[in-house]
């Protein structure tokens, strides 16, 4: 009799592991490896790309119009050749204009410099560090650098080079644009018994076509209009630099809201620096210009596409922190024909190649993927458009902080915005205006009231500094620990060898890094008064885009994460005003001409997390110990009493109420943001973990609303015949 047999049956069992799978993963690492090998010439090939498609369609009419007349290929040589003149010829222009603007510049800096005494620590400074040639040849650069992105001849030739083959590709998107449009729509199948979805999808490419960039190519045509006027005014009446003030503000006068005031900042500045009759005439001629730009955008470009204020500057900003002049006008297309699909009735839904038959499909997670080749190209796509992804966001950094700070503060205005609405009956956009307003007044007086009085509080500071640390060491507490360590000399010591200590420090290390940072502040401001202006209406934009049976759910969220940000924002603000008043109050009693100046570097610096208000109040206690040492000792004493209070008392009443966050959370927060972003970071990214945790306690809470189930068809009619019965 034989042996029952021990072994466990599922020994013998193979495992089977599907091939298209193995494939799949395999094919999504070495697209990941591939793609990260060469993401930086691939985002660059897709810029390329990108702006090609731009200006095949700007110059789409003019190659159909010359179609008809001379033919085919000729007119497709035609627009390539006026396309390249025209561009030669613009920049051409625009450069030697800013280049005279510059030299200007340069001569006004030089004569300034020329105005310090010789023995003074600062002109010290900027004979070590050749200041005024650096600043002239960095100012020289400059017009080369903004309008054709180089300033070297290898850079400018490839430069110029990649301009022709966005030329040649764009002529090549002209002659077979046709043929591809019709592949693309072909996608989508034609109707039993009419055009069907495949005439929704012509439809829709023509409402790209027609209403995106049909708006965008208009925009263009007024920006054109606009610079012709002023810059032709200023060229009639002898303007130094009427070109680059024509473009600057034909540029910003198709921009809704704050095109106009930032369009029109060069000329006043040039009113207020040049009282001579012609920068009246280029003044007047500016405000003929924006008000013809007006009535062209109100009458033929907002009707046939509604493009707002906040993604026209978004769209902006974006694309000159990727890719300069140039890529702002390819994001502002893109923007245009994004808006025209959220705008269109006609939506062809997936096309047919989207669709997977059930039998080829395989469930990971509830989430249905394909099998075979599909799996494998949703692999490759999936790896690859991820790694372009995250390049992009790279390059787009700098924009993405600009949007948080904007909207930070956007978010801190608008309370008082909507109280002056509220209180005055007028609408929240011109309420947000008066108040942005009143606040540029408010900084132009305080940028004004303290130049002057702050370079001679620095002069003064400077010489004094080592009589100021001397009658230090017999002051009593610290006087004994700076008198053993002779601090009056080693300052007098440091301060003789500071010229050398800073000779090699180039001004052309560290004049972009200025320029980068006056244009961080620049774009910030535009973009906290879009989105002041058109928050409300983004908001309502974005509910309606959510589907209905999550719409309560997102109501709830937006809505808690909006009062807590918000009650985040305006506390922080009025703790930042009260630090502001106190630092403002103390110099004015200290006889400090540099008080508002004060003032509003407290206010800004009161934002930063943990370290903020001590940064704020440096300054006051330095400009307090140029009065003498008992004056610093009671501005210093005084500042930090009231730091305490404030870190103990108003703080936590005025801003704990609407985020509870540990103060443990705090400093974590303040550190990861700093370490990630700098200051900016550990300004934005507390907030927004106060507002994660907001968003957490909903989500837990037990009244958090459910998805909306779909109404049925049999319900809907019966509720609309009971409405028409009860009418």
Not at 22 to 43: D, M, Q, W, Y
Not at 355 to 378: C, D, I, M, Q, S
Not at 400 to 425: H, K, N, Y
Not at 596 to 611: D, E, S, T
């Amino acid at each position: 009799m034989p042996e029952p047999s021990t072994e466990n049956p599922a020994q013998h069992e193979s495992i089977a592991i599907p091939i298209d799978r193995v494939a799949s993963f395999v094919v999504g690492v070495l697209v990941v490896v591939v793609t990260a090998s060469f993401a930086r010439r691939l985002g660059d090939v897709v810029g390329l790309f990108l702006a090609a498609v731009v200006m095949a369609i700007t110059t789409l009419p003019v190659q159909r119009w010359l179609r008809r007349r001379v033919g085919n290929a000729a007119s497709l040589v035609i627009t390539a050749l006026g396309t390249l003149a025209v561009s030669a010829a613009v920049i051409f222009v625009a450069v030697r204009d800013l280049t005279a603007r510059t030299a200007q510049v340069a001569e006004l800096v030089d004569r300034r410099l020329d105005q310090l005494r010789d023995d003074s620590l600062l002109a010290r400074v900027v004979r070590a560090t050749r200041l005024d040639t650096g600043v002239a040849q960095w100012l020289e650069d400059l017009p080369a650098r903004i309008v054709v992105g180089a300033d070297e001849g290898s850079e400018m030739a490839t430069q110029g080079f990649l301009f022709l083959t966005v030329v040649v590709l764009a002529t090549f998107l002209q002659a077979s644009g046709g043929g591809i449009v019709d592949w693309f729509v072909g996608r989508w199948p034609r109707g039993d018994d009419g055009p069907g979805r495949r005439g929704d999808a012509r439809l829709l490419v023509d409402d790209i076509e027609c209403r995106g960039f049909g708006f965008f190519r208009r925009t263009l045509a007024v920006v054109a209009l606009a610079s012709t006027i002023v810059g032709a005014v200023g060229v009639i009446v002898g303007l130094p630099g009427a070109v680059g003030v024509g473009i600057w503000l034909g540029v910003w006068s198709v921009v809704p809201v704050v095109g106009k005031p930032v369009g029109l900042l060069p000329v006043v500045l040039l009113v207020a620096l040049d009282q001579r009759p012609v920068a009246y005439t280029v003044l007047a001629a500016s405000v003929v210009a924006l008000a013809v730009a007006h009535v062209i955008r109100r009458r033929w470009i907002e009707p046939r596409l509604p493009m707002t204020v906040a993604p026209y500057t978004v769209a902006v900003s974006v694309g000159v922190a990727v890719a300069g002049v140039g890529g702002s006008v390819v994001a502002l297309a893109g923007a245009a024909a994004l808006v025209a699909v959220l705008a269109s009735d006609h939506r062809p839904g997936p096309p047919v190649w989207w669709a997977v038959p059930v039998e080829h499909t395989w469930t990971l997670g509830g989430v249905a993927l394909p099998t075979g080749w599909r799996l494998a190209a949703l692999a490759a796509a999936a790896a690859a458009g991820g790694v372009l992804a995250w390049v992009a966001l790279v390059d787009a950094g700098r924009a993405a902080i600009w949007f948080l700070i904007a909207g930070f503060v956007a978010i801190a205005l608008s309370r008082p915005a909507g109280w002056l609405a509220r209180r005055t009956g007028m609408s929240h956009r011109a309420a947000g205006q008066f108040v942005c307003v009143m606040i540029a007044f408010v900084l132009a007086a305080a940028t004004l009231t303290g130049a002057d009085e702050g370079a001679r509080a620095t002069t003064t500071l400077t010489e004094r500094l080592p009589s100021i640390v001397a009658d230090l060491e017999d002051a009593p507490l610290i006087g004994g620990f700076l008198a053993e360590r002779d601090a009056a000399v080693w300052v007098e010591q440091r301060m003789e060898d500071l010229p050398q200590q800073v000779r090699t420090g180039r001004p052309a290390d560290w004049m972009p890094f200025v320029g980068d940072r006056i244009l961080d502040l620049f774009w910030i401001a535009v973009l906290s008064v879009a989105l002041l202006a058109d928050g409300p209406r983004l908001v309502r934009g974005a509910t309606r885009l959510v589907p209905a049976r999550h719409r309560r759910q997102w109501t709830r969220l937006v809505g808690a994460a909006g009062v807590a940000l918000g009650g985040y924002a305006a506390g922080a603000a009025l703790v930042a005003s009260i630090n502001a008043s106190v630092i403002f109050v103390i110099a004015v009693l200290l006889g400090l001409g540099v008080a508002p100046a004060l003032a509003l570097w407290g206010f800004l610096w009161n934002f930063v997390p943990q370290i903020g208000g001590f940064m704020g109040g440096v300054p006051l206690v330095v400009f307090a110990f140029v009065l003498g040492p008992l004056e610093g000792l009671f501005a210093g004493v005084a500042f930090a009493g009231y730091q305490l209070i404030e870190n103990h008392l108003i703080q936590p009443s005025v801003i704990g109420a609407a985020i509870d966050i540990a103060p443990w959370g705090t400093l974590l927060a303040a550190v990861a943001g700093g370490a990630a972003a700098g200051v900016v970071g550990a300004v934005v990214l507390t907030p927004l973990v106060g507002v994660l945790l907001v968003i957490r306690r909903e989500l837990a809470s037990d009244d958090f609303p459910g998805t909306t189930a779909t109404q049925l068809p049999h319900v809907r009619e019966q509720s609309v015949d009971a409405v028409v019965s009860r009418a």
